[in-house]
């Protein structure tokens, strides 16, 4: 435990301190010898409120370069991006008359351009403001060209250029450094955080109270695991978001870390479905080992792709071609990974359910609220890259996603809240009752699952009789030298009594009793014979005129009961005393 904690303090500084290097504020430099089209940024402004601020420097022998402005209209950007076509191909489909081209010369007034000298070298610098209106909110893609037509002999070949540029829209902190299809998304992180915090005190208070029955089983300690590392996830977005608004940076590795634990947290929700879809903590204490082996194959895999999936976005996202994670191969392999998740949900469930009707009113709610919640991800996010525009997908993503989660834990609080007027309750095995069955045990049938008949129907937990142990004890039995006479001793023959041949036995008095000091003592404090030898010598033991009614009137009240003389003479074989019974003692 300690190890995973330090490798998971390790993996968030390592995230945390990855260099910023997508923002609102793009600023950078260029210099090629041979490129004369290159994609600078993109950003979605709003229909009547964005704005382009921008600072640029070159060399004068590298001018009349341009910053062309493409929109995500499918044949405009769409048909000039990673093409084969040429620079006079890729800047024709733009009107300049509509300001989708900007020179950056002095010659032209509304660039802002103007000649200066550093050290002694001519400059071309321009500094202005550019605003944007459209119909509806836009993508727009900025590119830097300087194609062969703009070039002159005098002039170089290539790009150079030194820039900065601020994107924004509107005024107020909520939507100035924000795209158009980020608007809402911090309100919405934030709202969620309030209701998590709601949601996790009840989740505890409920931990509580399962502690004190002894019922907060390890699958309730991976669905709060699960619930406080959405919460951090959900606190680490907001943290990003709200530096994001201030600054106009992206704070890419607090967002990376946030996806990191996002991405954690929905592993222990899905690992705690498994575990109960199995029937662990439920119907029995123990997993088999079988079932062990496939949910550590799995979720490694799991955990491997993810990582794997989650770095190669990191290395290979294109934005100028990819507007959204799952409209790339690595997000479908993350659709592909869940829904390889729900399918063993419902192989374990369905098995479960096979031998434990019983529990049904806990298993066929589970079924169908979480085959929603499974494939609920995966439909969301294909209509959102279907159905929802463009401008508007990011932020309804967000928003559906985090209710999508929000539900799950949701649900499962309800189902497991610990009151008596819950049907639904599943705990009914004692967290002291789990390790009582030993490895060994615990692969033999019947020993690691509780039967049908333990299981008894409910209406409703009765949190207080659940395997209510007993405080009763049988009373310690005294010490052997201390321990009085317990059993019926021979009467001594008395001179000129005959002898009879069938024993009877005698129950000494009280005063014999009480003067004894051991069982088996005599009187002179010789031993007793024993029954097998009276069986040898059956014709020297007198006969005696007393009777069971009178023979035991006097008995001690310390000493067992008598035994009783026609129940043995029944069994009596050949004149021998039978052994004693110990139920008749």
């Known amino acids: 435990m300690a190890a995973f904690k330090w490798t998971l303090i390790a993996l968030v500084s390592a995230l945390l301190s990855w260099k910023n290097v997508l923002s609102l504020r793009v600023d950078g430099s260029i210099y090629s010898d041979n490129e004369d089209w290159i994609f600078l940024s993109r950003f979605c402004y709003m229909s009547k409120s964005g704005e382009l601020e921008y600072y640029i420097q070159f060399p004068k022998s590298y001018e009349r370069q341009h910053i062309l402005f493409y929109y995500d209209r499918p044949t405009i950007w769409d048909n000039v991006y990673q093409s084969s076509k040429t620079c006079e191909q890729k800047k024709a489909v733009l009107d300049i008359t509509r300001g989708q081209i900007l020179p950056l010369s002095p010659l032209n007034s509304y660039s802002g351009c103007k000649y200066i000298q550093i050290s002694g070298v001519d400059y071309v610098e321009c500094k202005d403001t550019q605003k944007f209106s459209s119909s509806r909110d836009m993508w727009w893609y900025l590119v830097l060209s300087r194609c062969p037509s ?66 907060f089983h390890v699958t309730y300690k991976i669905y709060l695991a699960s619930l406080l590392i959405w919460w951090f996830h959900l606190l680490l977005w907001c943290i990003a978001y709200g530096r994001y608004s201030s ?89 592909a990974l869940r829904l390889l ?37 995966p439909i969301a996010i294909i209509i959102g890259v279907y159905a929802i525009k463009q401008w508007a997908r990011e932020k309804i993503v967000n928003g559906v996603d985090q209710l999508i989660m929000m539900l799950g834990h949701v649900i499962f609080l309800v189902l497991t809240r610990p009151s008596a007027a819950n049907e639904n309750f599943p705990y009914y095995i004692k967290t002291t009752q789990i390790g009582f069955i030993s490895e060994e045990s615990a692969e033999r049938p019947g020993n690691y699952e509780i039967s049908e008949e333990e299981l008894q129907a409910k209406s409703g937990p009765n949190l207080n009789d659940i395997f209510t142990v007993s405080n009763t004890r049988a009373e310690p039995s005294a010490p052997k030298e201390e321990r009085p006479l317990s059993r019926t001793r021979l009467s001594r023959p008395h001179s000129g009594d005959r002898p009879s041949s069938r024993t009877q036995l005698t129950k000494p008095n009280v005063q014999e009793s009480e003067t004894s000091t051991s069982a088996g003592e005599s009187d002179n404090d010789t031993p007793p014979p024993s029954y097998t030898s009276l069986t040898n010598e059956k014709s020297s033991l007198p006969s005696s005129d007393y009777t069971s009614e009178n023979m035991f009137a006097s008995r001690p009240k310390n000493s067992l009961p008598p035994l009783s003389t026609e129940k043995r003479s029944k069994r009596k074989r050949n004149g021998a005393l039978p052994p004693i019974n110990k139920h008749e003692t």
């Open 247 to 335: 600054y106009g940076y992206k704070e890419t590795g607090t967002e990376r870390a946030a996806r990191v634990f996002g991405a954690l947290s929905s592993l222990l929700f899905m690992l705690m479905l498994l575990l109960m879809a199995d029937g662990f903590t439920i119907i029995k204490g123990r997993m088999k080992s079988r079932t062990s082996i496939i949910f550590s194959v799995f979720f490694t895999v799991y955990v491997i792709s993810y990582a794997t999936l989650y770095i190669v976005e990191a290395n290979t996202f294109d934005p100028g071609k990819v507007l959204y994670i799952y409209e790339y191969w690595p997000g479908y392999a993350l659709i």
């Open 150 to 215: 703009d070039r002159t002999e005098t002039t170089r070949t290539g790009l150079n250029i030194t820039f900065r540029f601020h994107m924004t829209n509107g005024d107020d902190m909520w939507h100035r450094e924000f795209s158009a299809d980020e608007l809402y998304i911090l309100q919405t992180d934030i709202a969620f955080l309030v209701l998590y915090f709601f949601v996790t005190m009840v989740s505890m208070i409920f931990a509580i109270i399962l502690h004190s029955k002894q019922m």
């Open 341 to 377: 998740a729900w399918v063993i949900f419902v192989v374990y469930l369905f098995l479960t359910l096979k031998k434990h009707r019983k529990n049904g009113k806990f298993y066929y709610p589970l079924f169908v609220l979480y085959t929603i919640w499974f494939w609920a991800g």
